[in-house]
């Protein structure tokens, strides 16, 4: 058994031994806002752990599978997102977002042309979010597609009262790219809205500091405010610190 065996799941075990003691019935949402604080502060382990809690409760509640695969990409546990995409496909065939998750699954693990056959899939079937578009944003800068840009702003124009996450993960995709001046304005609009997520602030952070902006340390430092002792963060700090004026110039250059 991996170490993700663990994410098999019981739909109703959970709530009757709830009742059973007399106790408040967590139900799914609440697991899954839960998840969520934690994948916004950057604890993917415990961020995983409550989506799967919140499939425990009903497994047919799609927001938590994606969840629950999106933070196994956040863990670099590529082989098994894509296992849990086609797990999660065996209920909501052919969904749009299970397909481009899968499809980054692969991306990052180097199946490129798997990658780009599973996002060609996903941007045919219908509503198309911006997960899609984000996920097709990556297949597509993993081949240096300068189409990438253009599928990043699809995904912001149709966020709705989801921009700032979209915002966020835009800004975080266009930091790999290495498009840092686009990623900035993103990056600080995601910060304005979401101004208690670590994650938000180490994503600005590292972007500034890749364009040798001064106030980087200060933006990275506020992230360790907000989750104290994580390591991404410290790192760049620490490699900041070692960087001296004319290495910082000749990041920014």
């Known amino acids: ?8 799941f019981d739909d109703k075990k959970g709530s009757r031994s709830q009742q059973a003691r007399g106790e408040d019935i967590r139900d799914e949402q609440y697991f899954y806002d839960q998840a969520t604080r934690f994948w916004l502060a950057g604890d993917f382990e415990p961020a995983l ?34 296992v849990w995409s086609d797990k999660a496909m065996e209920m909501f065939p052919e969904h749009p977002e299970l397909l481009a998750a899968k499809a980054v699954a692969c991306a990052r693990d180097g199946k490129i042309q798997k990658a780009l056959a599973y996002s060609d ?16 944003a990556e297949v597509l800068t993993n081949r240096q597609s300068r189409v990438a840009e253009s599928c990043i702003s699809k995904a912001v124009s149709i966020a709705g009262n989801k921009s700032p996450i979209v915002r966020l993960e835009a800004g975080r995709l266009l930091n790999k790219r290495g498009s840092y001046s686009t990623a900035l304005q993103y990056l600080k609009t995601a910060v304005d809205e979401l101004p208690k997520s670590a994650l938000a602030w180490y994503a600005l952070g590292y972007c500034q500091a890749k364009l040798g902006r001064s106030e ?26 070692k960087m001296g004026f004319i290495g910082r110039l000749f990041n920014r250059l």
Do not use: C
Request: glycine letters at 8%; aromatic letters at 10%; charged letters at 25%.
């Open 216 to 241: 980087a340390k200060v933006t990275l430092k506020q992230s360790l405010e907000l989750h104290e002792g994580w390591d991404m963060p410290q790192r760049e700090l620490k490699r900041l610190g």
């Open 121 to 136: 899939n996903s941007i045919g079937q219908d509503n198309i979010t911006s997960r899609v578009w984000l996920s097709r």
């Open 49 to 82: 752990r409550n989506y799967s809690r919140a499939l425990e409760v009903n497994n047919a509640f799609f927001p938590a599978w994606l969840g629950q695969i999106l933070m196994l990409l956040e863990l670099g546990e590529y082989n098994e997102a894509a």
């Open 1 to 8: 058994m991996t170490r993700f065996g663990r994410l098999e």
